[in-house]
């Protein structure tokens, strides 16, 4: 069973950068696809980034071009660097894992493609 475990979040200025992490237990992330997602208080959970298994990339047009999704060579780390961050990136950051590769783009962007979920880290950018 996969665990997934949220870190680096914090409190930043509008225009800096943090890195989240997103360590795995139990097992690698070497077969699965990841996700980062993101819920404000009174919104529904939103997808940033994904990773597939295969390399591809995808993000939310609303963080493209200011944060890269990735892993570690070693698979048992996932990470989401964001730069340029804005008031509206304030949100508690969820890192998602679903095995093998997307099916289809609803596996990609929904909430429903991705079995194992952090717990959340909270990301505060103030203005």
């Known amino acids: 069973q996969l665990q997934l475990v949220e870190s680096g979040g914090g409190l930043v200025q509008a225009g800096g950068s943090l890195r989240l992490s997103c360590a795995a237990s139990?097992?690698?992330?070497?077969?699965?696809?990841m996700a980062w997602f993101r819920q404000s208080p009174g919104k529904e959970r939103e997808f940033v980034a994904a990773l597939t298994l295969r390399g591809d990339t995808y993000y939310a047009d609303s963080v493209k071009g200011r944060f890269a999704i990735s892993k570690d060579s070693a698979k048992t780390t996932g990470f989401l660097q964001m730069d340029s961050l804005k008031p509206e990136d304030t949100a508690v950051y969820y890192c998602?894992?679903?095995?093998?590769?997307?099916?289809?783009?609803?596996?990609?962007?929904?909430?429903?493609?991705?079995?194992?979920w952090g717990q959340g880290t909270q990301v505060t950018v103030s203005s």
């Open positions: 139990g097992r690698t992330l070497r077969s699965f696809s």
């Open positions: 998602a894992a679903d095995p093998g590769i997307p099916a289809n783009s609803g596996d990609v962007y929904g909430i429903r493609g991705y079995k194992f």
